[in-house]
């Protein structure tokens, strides 16, 4: 049966089949589409896949989410074939620091310790000295020895935060994430009226108004365990609405609010939603879009990404 005439479930069934002939493993991130994070083995943040690509054994890593995360993937684990679905879910965030000017920097600043958030190309993580993911960004930066300047790249909103939290100053790289930007202090402030008790959780890339409104900032894995062992029954979550989906199916008991943005009634990455159960079944048909990283630089962009594993436990 051709995919247009097939159902969801359906498809779901089919690439359930293929996983299993393929031999591939499928990842995908909290932030996916629901019937994608249904077919998927493991569901998880930036930090928690990384450590799923690390140890898979398959034949194949299927990556449901964006383009820098296939490339860790690859880089952690070169003698897997890495799969992206669909080549064009990059990250803006990721884009907002090229090779060229990161390369630039550190002609002008050759002492500067750089520390790169995962979302980054793996050209920019060649450069870096540490990566750090919103999940461990804190203990990383703690551990930066005390005497070397700190650039921080690309999100300026999640260094602030950094900043602020570990009193640690550094600079920052002018990025942000277009989609937690949009999130207001305004909307939120709304919500709250509606559901004064629901405590706010919000993501670090969120601006210094929204974060500062919040009960708790952090990454996406961890809102899971702050929603389940908090005693409120609703909560205000600030992130992009994929989140909500996998919220729901960890405590199908609570009630979760999805935070407007000042174009939409809910937070949606571009990126993460072009992947699709009809391309995730081409994928493994096909092996569209393989994802490969240049050895030179994978070698360089797996040391920081150690560094950053060896930091984080
Ligand atoms: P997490 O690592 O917290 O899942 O965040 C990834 C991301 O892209 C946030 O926009
Ligand atoms: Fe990049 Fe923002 Fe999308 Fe995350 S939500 S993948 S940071 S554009």
């Known amino acids: 049966?051709?995919?247009?005439?097939?159902?969801?479930?359906?498809?779901?069934?089919?690439?359930?089949?293929?996983?299993?002939?393929?031999?591939?493993?499928?990842?995908?991130?909290?932030?996916?589409?629901?019937?994608?994070?249904?077919?998927?083995?493991?569901?998880?943040?930036?930090?928690?896949?990384?450590?799923?690509?690390?140890?898979?054994?398959?034949?194949?890593?299927?990556?449901?989410?964006?383009?820098?995360?296939?490339?860790?993937?690859?880089?952690?684990?070169?003698?897997?074939?890495?799969?992206?679905?669909?080549?064009?879910?990059?990250?803006?965030?990721?884009?907002?620091?090229?090779?060229?000017?990161?390369?630039?920097?550190?002609?002008?600043?050759?002492?500067?310790?750089?520390?790169a958030y995962v979302n980054t190309s793996a050209a920019v993580k060649s450069l870096s000295d540490c990566i750090c993911t919103s999940a461990n960004a804190l203990k990383i930066v703690q551990k930066v020895p005390p005497d070397r300047n700190i650039l921080f790249v690309p999100d300026q909103n999640l260094g602030e935060w950094v900043q602020n939290q570990t009193g640690r100053k550094m600079d920052l790289w002018p990025g942000e994430c277009y989609v937690h930007v949009e999130i207001t202090h305004q909307s939120l402030l709304e919500l709250k009226k509606r559901f004064p008790t629901a405590p706010i959780v919000s993501h670090p890339e969120c601006e210094r108004a929204v974060r500062m409104l919040s009960d708790f900032v952090c990454s996406t894995?961890?809102?899971?365990?702050?929603?389940?062992?908090?005693?409120?029954?609703?909560?205000?979550?600030?992130?992009?609405?994929?989140?909500?989906?996998?919220?729901?199916?960890?405590?199908?008991?609570?009630?979760?609010?999805?935070?407007?943005?000042?174009?939409?009634?809910?937070?949606?990455?571009?990126?993460?939603?072009?992947?699709?159960?009809?391309?995730?079944?081409?994928?493994?048909e096909s092996d569209r879009f393989e994802i490969d990283v240049p050895i030179e630089i994978r070698k360089k962009a797996f040391l920081p990404i150690q560094q950053m594993l060896e930091w984080s436990v």
């Not at 992206?84 to 630039?104: Q, R, T």
């Not at 960890?250 to 992947?275: D, G, H, L, N, V």
Request: glycine share 4%.
């Open 221 to 284: 894995e961890q809102m899971i365990s702050y929603c389940k062992n908090h005693p409120a029954r609703s909560f205000i979550i600030a992130t992009e609405s994929g989140m909500i989906t996998r919220l729901k199916k960890e405590i199908p008991e609570k009630e979760f609010i999805a935070a407007s943005t000042s174009r939409c009634a809910c937070a949606q990455c571009k990126f993460m939603k072009k992947i699709t159960l009809d391309k995730l079944i081409t994928a493994l």
């Open 1 to 115: 049966m051709s995919l247009e005439k097939m159902g969801i479930e359906e498809k779901k069934e089919k690439v359930l089949k293929l996983k299993k002939e393929k031999n591939a493993l499928i990842l995908a991130h909290n932030y996916q589409l629901p019937e994608i994070q249904d077919v998927a083995d493991f569901v998880g943040d930036s930090l928690g896949l990384s450590f799923k690509a690390r140890e898979a054994t398959q034949q194949r890593i299927i990556f449901c989410g964006v383009h820098f995360m296939a490339e860790t993937a690859k880089i952690l684990n070169p003698n897997r074939k890495v799969i992206l679905p669909d080549i064009e879910a990059g990250c803006s965030l990721s884009d907002s620091c090229s090779y060229e000017d990161l390369l630039e920097y550190k002609k002008e600043n050759p002492t500067t310790f750089i520390v």
